[in-house]
């Protein structure tokens, strides 16, 4: 532990916080952390939290869930402009025109997504959830919004249903390339190849395991070959590094980086518990509605299907 992480450790039991990391947070952020974990375990951690102050060291929609699920806790995100690009490409008004033109659908709406999106849709869906989620609602018809990739994939796992699918994508998962998964398989034959959902679906043709990004750690730590690539952001490589020394782990492409996902660092983390930075305020209503799809979830993601 180095310095700042000692005086992260001691201001959280100070302020009896609770400190959450998404997988693709640096190792040293991992490291501080109570829990890491993908985005349905934090949600789900927030949401049963005991502490009244909550800090998520990950991207914008990841604090809104927790704050939504858990109004009543203090909920900061240590780097305010961490957000993510897919959640913003979709608005209100594009799942209301959806509605319109498929009125019987049902939306689901992967959590990546604002507040306000979220309070429009039916219910909520993570990758570790999404096609669980999917296949135990009783509409045939489905609007999947907003990652066209993640919706796709849901589609071909559940081929009793319409899925009629948003053009969204994450800007890093949707850059790996198909030529980058044979180049991948060349150098290390006989690595399996375990990516994200929110790859485009040639890239998941071309893959031993799709899931989410505990699916692929747990896949990578209990498999028995000795090395592994790699198809999701690389915070989830640094960690398999840290975690299992005895297996080697290598990234299908440098690419997969999220920008946002490395804005919060260890110095944000501790301002933010020393001034309570930066809280997340949430419309009343909006909360309310969004609750509902984000529960909804939870207990679907657990129990459904
Ligand atoms: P997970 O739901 O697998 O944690 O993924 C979140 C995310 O942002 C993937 O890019
Ligand atoms: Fe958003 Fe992609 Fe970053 Fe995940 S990896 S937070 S989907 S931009």
Do not use: W
């Not at 060291?57 to 957000?83: H, Q, W, Y």
């Not at 509605?99 to 689901?108: C, G, H, I, L, M």
């Not at 044979?182 to 071309?206: M, N, S």
Request: glycine content about 6%.
């Amino acid at each position: 532990m180095n310095p700042l992480q000692k005086e992260i450790l001691k201001l959280k039991r100070e302020k009896d916080a609770l400190i959450l990391a998404h997988y693709y947070q640096t190792m040293d952020i991992q490291e501080i952390a109570d829990h890491v974990g993908d985005s349905f375990e934090l949600a789900r951690r927030a949401r049963e939290a005991r502490e009244g102050l909550l800090v998520l060291c990950g991207v914008r929609f990841m604090a809104e869930s927790a704050k939504i699920l858990s109004p009543e806790k203090t909920v900061l995100l240590p780097a305010p402009d961490a957000g993510c690009p897919m959640a913003d490409m979709i608005e209100p008004h594009d799942v209301l025109r959806l509605r319109r033109e498929y009125p019987d659908a049902a939306v689901v709406c992967y959590v990546n997504s604002s507040a306000a999106v979220k309070a429009a849709s039916d219910i909520c869906c993570t990758s570790a959830s999404a096609v669980r989620i999917v296949r135990a609602l009783p509409q045939r018809r489905i609007i999947f919004i907003p990652d066209q990739n993640l919706g796709a994939y849901v589609a071909s796992q559940v081929p009793e249903k319409e899925i009629i699918l948003f053009d969204g994508f994450c800007p890093t998962h949707h850059r790996v390339t198909e030529s980058d998964v044979i180049a991948a398989r060349k150098a290390r034959p006989g690595a399996p190849v375990l990516v994200h959902p929110e790859c485009r679906p040639e890239v998941l043709a071309r893959a031993d395991y799709i899931g989410s990004t505990s699916g692929i750690l747990d896949r990578a730590e209990r498999g028995d070959e000795p090395e592994y690539l790699i198809g999701t952001e690389t915070g989830v490589v640094e960690r398999l590094r840290a975690r299992v020394p005895g297996k080697r782990f290598y990234i299908i492409t440098p690419q997969l980086f999220c920008p946002n996902m490395k804005k919060t660092r260890l110095i944000n983390v501790r301002d933010s518990l020393l001034y309570n930075e930066y809280e997340i305020t949430l419309d009343d209503d909006e909360m309310d509605m969004a609750r509902g799809s984000l529960e909804k979830m939870i207990e679907m993601g657990l129990h459904g299907g």
